[in-house]
Every structure is written in structure tokens, then in C-alpha cells.
């Protein structure tokens, strides 16, 4: 398949260009540097992803009662400043190393679209360490719903195509297989997977999905997608969609 049929590219955000799981990680260890120390990566993953079932509200008011969840499950520090400081913390994430460059070079040859499950505070935080590569994007709170609901995937389809955009040129690009990559996938959009936790057992901080659902192209950094797609153009014209 080639990537010169697709105009647009969709791209989850958190966990696909922003690196999420360290930004947990170190938060919840820098606040509660002795409690935390002999915790791994997975006691810590456990009960965020609860927390964050249980509080989906908007990324940048919910986190605080995801950490309180947290901190009451590993008996780490609990009190109100504690969580108001990881809540902060959750603009600060950092951009995975490849990220920024990666979608430099992409958005000269297509257009970039962010649908994040972050609210839109959170959203232009992360936007702005990433260099604001973006042409439009979506957050939940503007969809109504998060991923994986087809509804906001219906929602950017809407917004897309009132831009002269088809699904069939779309290629959604994400690291979730649980909130991305299934239900693009089963919607009928073309998907590529960045298994940004490729060599690591489990899924970290992202809910286990259903089944594993096979990609239409595999990475395992964005970087990579952007070296296929430039050996695939050769010396072609940038993609007009992206102008």
C-alpha cells in the first residue's frame, strides 16, 4: 500500500507524540521520592489506569483524583497539595525525542490532524511543546465523548470532510491499541500503529484492549514513518493538502 493515496494524517497525541507513561512515572516518583523508589513502572501503571476509568473527566482538572486513586492504592502521599502538584505536572509531559522533527517533515507533505482524548487546555500545552505542527485538531471535551467511541472519530470525519477531505485519505496514527488502532481499524480507516512500547511486555499505561489488532503499517518511533514515506516520494512534490 502506498502512503501517497493519503492526504491527511490523524494522529493520537498522548502516548504517540507526547510520552505520557514517563511523565507519570516521574512525577509520581519525584513527589514521593523514598515511598515511591522500589515501586516499578507496572505497580505505578496499575492504579493510574484505574484511577483514570474512574475519573475520565477533562485532562486538565481530573488528574489530581486520578493521583489521589493512585497514591491511596500504594499508600504514597495523598494530601491535597500533593495531587494539585501532579495535576500541574500533566502539562509538562514531555514530547517523545523524535516527535518534534518527525512532523516537521510530515507536515510538508500532508495535512496534520491531532484527536487526542486530552481536553483543550491540556491539548495546547502538548501542541505547543511539540511546535504546533498541527492544521486542525480535535480534543474530547470539543467531541462530546473520548476514544474509543466511533462517535468522535464520526465527529473528525465531519469536521475533515468539510474541508474537502475523504475518509479514504485519512491514515490515523497512533500508539493505543485500546483507544485507537481497533476501532479506526474496524470503522474502516487505514491505520499505523507507532508501538512506541515495542520490546516492553504489556501495555503500560493505556487499558489492555480486547485483541491486538494488525496495522495496516507498523513502527515502532514516528521517525520511522517519516523515513517510509520520504524513500517512497523520492524527490515527489510535498502533498498540496498540506499547503
Not at 491527511?8 to 510520552?19: A, K, N, Q, R
Not at 467511541?149 to 491499541?177: D, M, T, Y
Not at 491486538?212 to 523520492?234: C, M, N, R, W, Y
Request: proline share 6%.
Amino acid at each position: 500500500m502506498a502512503f501517497e493515496r493519503f492526504k491527511v494524517l490523524t494522529f493520537d497525541v498522548v502516548g504517540t507524540l507526547i510520552d505520557f507513561e514517563k511523565g507519570v512515572l516521574d512525577s509520581v516518583r519525584a513527589l514521593n521520592p523514598d515511598a515511591a523508589k522500589d515501586l516499578s513502572d507496572d505497580d505505578i501503571f496499575k492504579p493510574y489506569v484505574e484511577g483514570r476509568d474512574l475519573f475520565p473527566g477533562r485532562s486538565s482538572q481530573a488528574m489530581a483524583d486520578v493521583y489521589r486513586h493512585l497514591a491511596g492504592k500504594l499508600g504514597l502521599d495523598a494530601a491535597d497539595n500533593t495531587a494539585a502538584s501532579f495535576q500541574a505536572r500533566i502539562l509538562q509531559h514531555p514530547a517523545f525525542p523524535d516527535s518534534v522533527e518527525a512532523l516537521k517533515r510530515l507536515r510538508s507533505r500532508f495535512r496534520l490532524v491531532a484527536m487526542t482524548n486530552a481536553d483543550r487546555v491540556t491539548f495546547q500545552s502538548y501542541s505547543h511543546t511539540l511546535d504546533n505542527p498541527f492544521h486542525d485538531s480535535v480534543t474530547a471535551d470539543e467531541a462530546g465523548t473520548p476514544k474509543p467511541s466511533p462517535l468522535f472519530f464520526a465527529f473528525n470525519r465531519g469536521r475533515q470532510s468539510a474541508h474537502g477531505f475523504k475518509q479514504e485519505e485519512i491514515l490515523h496514527v497512533a500508539q493505543s491499541q485500546y483507544h485507537d488502532i481497533g476501532v479506526a481499524r474496524e470503522l474502516g480507516y487505514k491505520v499505523c500503529w507507532i508501538e512506541r512500547r515495542q520490546g516492553q511486555k504489556g501495555f503500560g499505561g493505556s487499558p489492555v484492549p480486547p485483541q491486538v489488532t494488525k496495522p495496516d503499517f507498523h513502527f515502532s518511533t514516528l521517525a520511522q514513518l517519516a523515513d517510509a514515506i520520504e524513500a517512497e516520494a523520492g524527490t515527489a512534490v510535498p502533498n498540496r493538502a498540506a499547503a
